[in-house]
């Protein structure tokens, strides 16, 4: 998962629940569909994958909707309900849910408000919550930070960090890091008189994000992007062209941080391979989170192969 795939997924779902609310708000199936699911995918529970994601989860003869999964572990309970339905009559029911088998995080949803409880806090119900979201009222990349708390690695670590706690604290730091995922910030755009700007000027300091919409390289080629992972992977792709970058240079790696490009896929400590991207010559690189940790790795594979980084060129979108 990307953290701007995610800001992507939560936009869509607000134009999907301005279109179609008279719809969903009629059928919880459609709601499960069209809303839930979809966002569940991007932050990495697959809901086709029972191994995953079990809907219809018995519990003492009756059914949670969603159980999610980490190996034969429960983590989280989700109990979904059509659009707008009222939240408040059925806490006591996912909650109990997750008291039954001890599960921390029961989750409560009617997709478009979705609630959090941390059943692990000896306090009235109320208390319990550590997410109360509704997506049609917040900016999407604040909503995203503060779904993190449900992202699939972050349970999986067994300490996740609950969203009322700052978002990029250490923990979550050191989670992000032990499953391969960088959250270095994105540059800011740099002034540039003809729309392009020189991949030496774009550091990787805390402002505002922006996205490239184009790269051009030393011959001259360019490419449209809109990703930041695509500017190490359109780098990678010159070097495998020029015959710089080839199985024999591998493993790429600054430092004591992982590997940049590798010959064999690596999976992250949660055993997925998402956060790898094929080359054209078999090779392997990683997508991060973010656009500094991107940037940085752009630099570090035009140097380590004697290209001068000011020769590649961005157009912010």
Known sequence: MLLDELVTTIEKLKVRIGRHQTELRKSEALTRYALIDPLLRELGWDTSDPALVMPEYDVDGKRADYALLEGDKVVVFLEAKRLDEPLANHRDQVTNYANNLGIRYPVLTNGNQWEVYDNTKLVPIAEKRVLNISLTNAPASALALQLLLLWRPNL????????????????????????????NPLPPVPPSSDGWTSLREIQPVNNQPWRPSAIRLPDGSEKQINRWWHVPREVSEYLVRTGKLTHDKCPVKEGKRADIVHSQPQ?????????????????????????????RNAKFLLKLFGED?????????
Do not use: M
């Open 156 to 183: 999986a670590s067994g300490q996740p960090v609950a969203a009322s706690e700052p978002i990029l604290a250490s923990a979550l730091t050191e989670t992000l890091t032990q499953t391969g995922t960088d959250i």
């Open 267 to 295: 999976p992250s400590k949660a055993g997925t391979l998402g956060h790898l991207h094929q080359l054209s010559n078999g090779l392997y690189i990683r997508k991060l989170t973010s656009g500094g940790g991107l940037i």
């Open 309 to 317: 980084e000011s020769a590649v060129r961005l157009k912010p979108g």
